[in-house]
């Protein structure tokens, strides 16, 4: 039976309420529509699937040591758990408060996390998404340290006022016996001993507690008579406490850098005072104090040394020197540098039972933003390759894009050139945190992800099957000339930190062309190629760009008509193809305005590029009389065409990669015609300025911090970036304006701008978006041709005609024909996204060429060279063939091709604005998928806009979540959720209700290791580890009850999502009944086969009796 899903029915009411935002056009009825729609509401569901990357803010570690599962706490209340490569989870406590602790049930598949908000809970592991199965809040004492013993039940809680209560974690209620600090310390002290920072059990004997104050004290505690046995006293602060197995010995680590060994039955003084990284005077005096050890491991060895593992403790004339992991193992010491701080760490040892030899074989260390592991069994330390994706903000994030369903030899090629990139020195071992198993997922197609960095690095990751796994990684910076010392600065000065950082990228998975914009207004294009070059001479060429006007009321007429076609000659310079008014007088003078300077220097000797990606050419916007070159916006490649295009707030710019000449380089409102009811014409002419007169920069390049908090802001205003301050007069930035400009709808005509001095401008109309086809650029044509839509952030989309030579040796000889065809349509606010479908429904993505390695013999590339077969033409004049499809911040509309009529408008949010939009393919159909600022998720229909799904999923409280939230087809999405995770979603059905089996599972039936042997002497004469029934001391019966008001236990949480977890949760508490049932009857089992050799032994020994009685019967006493 079908499920029935409520919110669906009210997405359906509220779809229909506001369905006459979705109209058709006046004089077209719907009955005659020809496209058959099969998306429906029940093909969309919104849920989180998988997060990767590091933990954001680490704060806590704990390991189950028999599961081989890790996890992590955060300090925004997140947990995240990792098993083997591909198998980790995410979970998240609703209050949001920083994980102090956590402890895992060893091989229970549950783990409890214990909050800053004095809160602790008990997640269950047993089930695919982890949910809490209790809760207690703890309402007068703070809670600082938390005790769970091997196999077993109750669990000690620390707290800052010296208290230690005892909580059952099976039922999670408190046992009426509490260890109060008064009665812990002696009568005498006068003082408050601090808060518990340690708590933990003898390995020898469990009814022996040793308890830990910040002061220094320290007390064994008898749980059993309910008093202390010895009390330890030392002047310096106490962070850490750790037992010898054999529960002789314990060693503490102190705030001034010293480690005092002491025995249990000697409590007067320590036996041992060392200080690791103290300088031992010759006089005999005590060392210099050290920084605190803030924690400190003792694990022994069967064969050799015991190995002390510590953390901090350097000496102060350190200063400036990385944190650093010491290890300490017989007389040699080994200082191991982190490259970030220390915020945890455990040592990994073989047997989970405290009171045997350790055997430890690896260190855990958790940094602020790393996590690295340590083999301690090979000469020098060396660490184990980490295979979890925790690079990701190896660098600063600063663009995303997700490609679902890609070609299936892409993963496999891009894996081929980036394995040769890995760091050697690795630990040969396995990768010790094993744990889990991966997914039973139905999804096979491959995902890639792309990540732009903020130091010109871009990393390919195969992101198939719900997984992450970085695949390629590649430098920009490296086609340009680094600075060698600080004094060496860019010539540009226009950029202060992160020059290379990346902008935006535009990536043709099919002829695995790849074209980067970076923050210093260059672009650079890469071939792939699976062999070594070396490149003698990087390509380059400059580009002039600005907003320039002829001393004119109004463009020159025809100017906009003509087609651009220029000559080879004349496209290698850029500066012809300019407008003819640029001023020229002393701009080249030393003491001028800089001109024709562009930001980076282009590396000059010969480049190696290894296989993968390998620069084609390079392209820098310069600087024009003064004026640093503005940002680019918008960013396109198409590899059948072997054209580049890009823009920004001056205009666009359209480059033949394959001639490596400049074709095309218009403002913005040049591209409108004469007739054109949009046509944007200047107000007055510009004036000219003082040419020494150096103007502030103000460009969005300024500073790459304002790239990282601020510039998603362009998607979702009307403008990229703002004209400099000083242009002499306010009448340079009319001209950029339309003369309707002041009456429109403030909503979308938001400003923004990157200095105080130009706060109050107007922008200028920036590209925001192209879009490469084959469809019909003017209204007569009743043929297919290769066309250009462009769309500007005041909402025009235009038309622009391409006319390519045949292929061949032509294709290089010959120029592009270049033409603007005017404006197709206007929408509210700035347009997102473009794309073209056929009169079925059908999309039509731009035409590529299929791959073939620039680098391989003529042969080769003549086989795999082959332009995608065009469509066949139309020559149906008076019937539409293709539908133009537009989305901007405010709105989306369909219009017919080539009759260019309005088909059908869709108001998508009045009160908000679109941040992202994509034309995606979904279950064998298409849609719109859009992301708004008020953190709603919609998709609609295509053609005909009708609302699928509306979700209000994510508020936007980060420009990091607009700046990479990215959708792609098959019903996935993604963002940067913090500056070091990726969150993947989905918004498909099919997807939701696959993704159980999908996900990873993080418990697997493991059989406990056997305890330690005893021994026959130690059994005989009652040494070894003493037990003690913990029940029995601090169960109801005879502890009684503990006090209502001190915790209140929580069952679970309260909303639907809880409710389900809470419901999983008993499956996976039955699932544990069943398992013990097994257990059980296993052991029943066992049992029977035991009575049952028994009984045959005991019938062999009757047999042997009477045979015996037979023998001997019948003699005499004398004859035996």
Request: aromatic content about 8%; overall charge neutral; hydrophobic content about 35%.
């Amino acid at each position: 039976m079908k499920k029935f899903n409520i919110r669906k029915v009210l997405d359906g009411l509220t779809a229909a309420s506001s369905s006459s935002s979705a109209t058709a056009q006046p004089g077209t009825p719907r009955e005659n529509d020809v496209v058959q729609e099969t998306l429906q509401s029940e093909h969309f569901q919104l849920c989180k699937t998988v997060r990767h990357g590091f933990p954001y803010q680490p704060s806590s570690m704990a390991f189950d040591p028999v599961q081989k599962i890790l996890a992590i706490g955060t300090q925004t209340g997140a947990l995240r758990l990792f098993g083997r490569a591909g198998v980790e989870c995410y979970c998240q406590h609703e209050s949001n408060a920083a994980v102090i602790q956590l402890q895992f049930l060893i091989n229970e598949g549950a783990l409890v996390s214990a909050l800053a908000d004095d809160s602790i809970h008990l997640w269950n592991l047993r089930q695919k998404i982890p949910a809490i199965l209790h809760s207690l809040k703890f309402n007068r004492e703070r809670i600082t340290y938390c005790h769970l013993p091997f196999q077993s039940k109750w669990l000690y809680i620390g707290t800052e006022r010296g208290n230690i209560h005892i909580v059952n974690v099976e039922s999670f209620t408190l046992s009426g016996y509490v260890i109060m600090w008064n009665k812990a310390i002696e009568l005498s002290t006068k003082t408050h001993p601090g808060p518990v920072v340690h708590i933990s059990d003898n390995p020898m004997d469990e009814g022996k507690l040793l308890i830990g104050f910040e002061s220094g004290i320290v007390v064994l505690w008898d749980l059993k008579c309910k008093k202390a046995d010895y009390r330890y006293n030392y002047d310096e602060a106490i962070h850490s406490v750790a037992w010898h197995h054999e529960g002789k010995q314990f060693v503490c680590s102190h705030s001034d850098g010293t480690l005092t060994t002491w025995n249990v039955r000697t409590p007067a003084k320590p036996a041992q005072i060392i200080t690791p990284h103290g300088k031992q005077p010759k006089d005999g005096k005590k060392p210099e104090p050290c920084k605190p050890i803030l924690k400190v491991e003792y694990k022994t060895t069967r064969a050799g040394d015991p190995f002390m593992v510590l953390s901090g403790g350097l000496s102060y004339d350190t200063v400036g020197r990385r944190a650093c992991l010491t290890v300490m193992h017989g007389k040699s010491t080994a200082v191991l540098e982190m490259d970030y701080p220390i915020v945890d760490f455990l040592t990994l040892c073989e047997t989970p039972y405290p009171n045997d030899f350790q055997e430890p074989y690896a260190v855990v260390v958790l940094l602020e933003k790393d996590l690295v592991v340590i083999d301690l069994g090979q000469i020098g330390y060396p660490i184990f390759e980490n295979p979890y994706p925790l690079t990701i903000h190896e660098s600063p994030v600063t663009c995303c894009e997700y490609f679902a369903d890609c070609p299936a030899e892409l993963i496999p090629a891009l894996y081929s050139v980036g394995c040769r990139q890995k760091r050697q020195g690795y630990s040969k071992k396995e990768w010790p945190i094993s744990g889990g198993n991966w997914g039973q997922g139905t999804q096979s197609y491959p995902e890639i992800i792309i990540t732009g960095h903020a130091d010109g690095s871009i990393k390919f990751w195969d992101a198939s099957a719900l997984m992450l796994q970085v695949l390629y990684k590649l430098k920009t910076a490296k086609v340009f000339e680094r600075a060698r010392g600080k004094e060496e600065k860019p010539n540009t000065d226009i950029v202060d930190e992160d020059p290379f950082a990346i902008q935006t990228l535009s990536w043709c998975p099919e002829s695995r062309m790849l074209c980067v914009a970076g923050v210093s207004a260059h672009v650079i294009v890469y071939r792939f190629s699976k062999q070594e070059i070396t490149t003698e001479v990087v390509q380059l060429l400059e580009v002039r760009m600005q907003c320039e006007f002829s001393e004119v009321d109004s463009p020159d007429p025809g100017g906009e008509q003509t087609p651009t076609l220029p000559t080879p000659g004349a496209s290698s310079s850029p500066q012809e193809s300019e407008l003819p008014t640029q001023p020229s007088t002393g701009s080249n003078s030393s003491d001028g305005p800089r001109d024709n300077i562009p930001c980076l220097q282009v590396r000059s000797s010969p480049l190696k590029q290894s296989p993968g990606n390998q620069v084609e050419l390079v392209i820098q916007l310069v600087w024009v009389s003064g004026e640093p070159p503005q940002q680019i916006t918008s960013l396109a490649i198409n590899s059948s065409y072997g054209l580049v295009v890009f823009g920004n707030s001056n205009g666009l710019a359209v480059v033949d990669y394959l001639q490596k000449t400049l074709l095309f380089n218009m403002g913005t409102s040049e591209l409108y015609s004469p007739s054109d009811p949009y046509q944007r014409q200047p107000r007055s002419p510009r004036k000219a300025k003082p040419s020494g007169d150096i103007p502030t920069v103000t460009s969005c390049m300024s500073r790459l911090s304002f790239l990282y908090s601020e510039s998603m802001k362009k998607r979702r205003s009307s403008h990229f970036t703002t004209c400099d301050s000083n242009d002499g007069s306010n009448a340079s930035e009319d001209r950029c304006r339309s003369p309707t400009s002041d009456a429109r709808d403030n909503s979308f005509t938001r400003s923004r701008s990157s200095s105080v001095a130009s706060i109050d401008r107007e922008s200028r109309e920036a590209i925001s978006s192209f879009h490469f086809c084959e469809s019909f650029p003017r209204k007569t044509d009743s043929l297919v041709s290769p066309c250009l839509l462009v769309g500007t952030t005041h909402g025009s989309v235009m038309m622009v005609a391409l006319s390519l030579p045949p292929s061949g040796d032509q294709r290089l000889q010959q120029p592009v024909g270049i033409a603007s065809c005017g404006t197709l349509v206007k929408l509210k606010g700035g347009i997102l996204t473009m794309a073209l479908l056929d009169a079925t429904g059908t999309l039509l993505p731009p035409f590529f060429e299929q791959w073939y390695d620039p680098n391989a013999s003529d042969e080769e590339k003549e086989k795999s060279r082959k332009r995608r077969p065009a469509s066949p033409p139309s020559s149906q004049e008076s019937q539409d063939t293709h539908f133009a499809i537009l989305c901007s911040e405010k709105q989306a509309k369909v219009v017919a091709l080539p009759s260019q009529t309005r088909i059908y408008k869709h108001s998508i949010t009045e009160t908000s604005f679109v941040l992202r939009a994509d034309v995606v393919q979904m279950a064998g159909a298409n849609c719109i998928a859009c992301f708004c600022a008020n953190g709603h998720i919609m998709t609609l229909s295509l053609p005909s806009l009708r609302p699928l799904l509306d979700v209000n999923y994510l508020p936007l409280t980060d420009m990091r979540i607009a700046r990479t939230f990215c959708f792609s087809n098959l019903g996935q999405a993604l963002y940067l959720t913090s500056p070091t995770e990726i969150q993947r979603i989905t918004y498909s059905q099919e997807t939701c209700d696959n993704l159980q089996e999908m996900l990873s599972e993080l418990f697997t039936p493991v059989e406990t290791p056997e305890a330690p042997n005893r021994g026959f002497f130690k059994g005989l004469f009652g040494g070894g580890a003493q037990s003690l029934d913990r029940e029995d001391l601090f169960g109801e019966t005879a502890a009684g009850k503990a006090s209502r008001s001190l915790a209140q236990h929580i069952p679970g949480p309260g909303n639907m999502e809880g409710m389900k977890g809470a419901a999983s949760g008993v499956v996976g508490e039955l699932a544990r009944a069943r398992i013990a049932l097994d257990e059980r009857g296993q052991k029943l089992g066992e049992l029977e086969e035991r009575t049952a050799a028994m009984m045959a032994s005991a019938e062999s020994f009757s047999k042997h009796a009477h045979d015996m009685m037979l023998k001997y019967k019948d003699k005499k006493w004398y004859q035996l």
